[in-house]
């Protein structure tokens, strides 16, 4: 029988893929894949077997590696140059001994360092990178151009950077209409399309009901705004205009597609955190990690780890905690370390920096250590087989 769900878990030495049994108990780890290379961020197509990740550093550079072949052989789409290259071409006697060959400058070089998320939208590849720029792709990622109206922005000249620097961490697309889009970027906020990338809306308004108020942190919402360094941002099944996001201080809800944003952090142990998923059937039912804060190790409250599911929205919490360490727990999971399969009961994932994979096949009731001692985990994405 085929394997049911492939986990693609991007670290600070590679990718690496967990393939599940078609009932999600037995687990076979593959890697590290991408010449070891960190990745920051992965996704697949199920049906054409095809895997791309993304990332990179100061040393490598910035690059978008493709799989055509479920993962078996791997191609870098090299997108800007790192020292690795500055020093092959000023030595070549020691890179030809290494077994580096030089090569022309990459199109981006001093432009972007890495890159920090991908997405697929009609037909077409996105990837975000540092510092924040979009970039497209129409022929599955050997060649990207720049996406000049969110360069260009009105704004782009105010955009501060997050502890990460100014990163464009999260693509979300619209699944039946390739025109809209929403990105997160931190420290600048939401901005969404509905034009294809042709124009930008910043979109970090705070819902008029108020619920937030002005707070002495930098991070947090103020005069009317949802604090500017959002996290992460999923979309819901099968309503096109609900998102939610989990920021830097606090979760929020939006039900016009991020025109406003509902505060939802109410019940949750802390405001902040880093991931946040979406159940793909249920447009109600949420998963976040909450953290003790930015300031106070960045690790589950009283280092008990737990994992917060809403039923109602973000109306509601409830901690989920069975199978998960609940002492002595100093773990951080990170904003792309979170995801969930399309199964018809879906599966819940994350991943640690202290190389952890957990999973959850009932909702996030109870939980599996179905990896270990993996690098720091920077993602994890599943991709669900037909």
């Avoid at 999600?24 to 077997?49: F, K, M, Y």
């Avoid at 727990?329 to 199964?343: E, G, H, N, S």
Wanted: proline share 7%.
């Amino acid at each position: 029988m085929p394997d049911a769900v492939t986990l693609l878990a991007g670290t600070t030495k590679g990718l690496f893929l967990l393939r599940a049994d078609p009932a999600r108990q037995r687990w076979t780890l593959s890697g590290p894949h991408c010449d070891g290379w960190s990745v920051n961020h992965a996704i697949g197509d199920a049906e054409t077997g095809r895997l791309w990740a993304g990332g990179g550093g100061e040393w490598s550079g910035a690059g978008v590696w493709r799989s055509e072949d479920g993962g078996a052989t791997w191609t870098l789409s090299k997108l800007a140059d790192g020292q690795m290259d500055t020093w092959a071409r000023d030595d070549p006697d020691t890179a030809r001994m290494l077994g580096v060959t030089p090569a022309d400058p990459a199109p981006f070089s001093g432009q972007i360092n890495a890159i920090w998320s991908l997405g697929q939208s009609g037909g077409r590849l996105f990837a975000g990178a540092k510092p924040a720029t979009l970039l497209s792709s129409d022929n599955g990622g050997q060649t990207w151009t720049a996406v000049e109206a969110l360069s260009n922005h009105p704004s782009a000249a105010d955009w501060q950077p997050g502890a990460a620097g100014l990163t464009l961490h999260t693509i979300v697309a619209h699944p039946e209409d390739a025109g809209r889009m929403w990105l997160g970027i931190s420290a600048a906020g939401v901005f969404a399309t509905e034009d294809g990338g042709q124009s930008w809306d910043r979109r970090n308004r705070l819902s008029n009901a108020g619920a937030a108020c002005d707070h002495p942190h930098p991070a947090a919402p103020r005069d009317g705004q949802t604090g500017h360094c959002v996290h992460n941002m999923v979309r819901a099944p099968g309503a096109a205009d609900v998102l939610y996001q989990q920021n830097h201080h606090g979760v929020f809800r939006s039900r016009d597609g991020g025109r406003s944003w509902d505060d939802i952090t109410d019940g949750l142990p802390s405001t902040f955190g880093f991931p946040i998923a979406v159940d793909p059937h249920n447009a109600n039912r949420i998963w976040v990690l909450p953290l003790n804060g930015d300031a106070q190790g960045r690790y589950p409250p009283d280092a008990a780890a737990a994992i917060w599911r809403s039923d109602t929205g973000g109306d509601s919490w409830q901690a989920c905690r069975t199978g998960l360490p609940q002492a002595g727990c100093y773990f951080t999971v990170l904003r792309q370390a979170m995801a969930v399969d399309r199964l018809p009961k879906p599966g819940v994932y994350f991943g640690t920096n202290s190389g952890s994979i957990f999973a959850s096949t009932d909702g996030g009731d109870s939980w599996d250590e179905i990896a270990r001692h993996l690098p720091t985990v920077l993602c994890v994405e599943t991709v669900t087989h037909p």
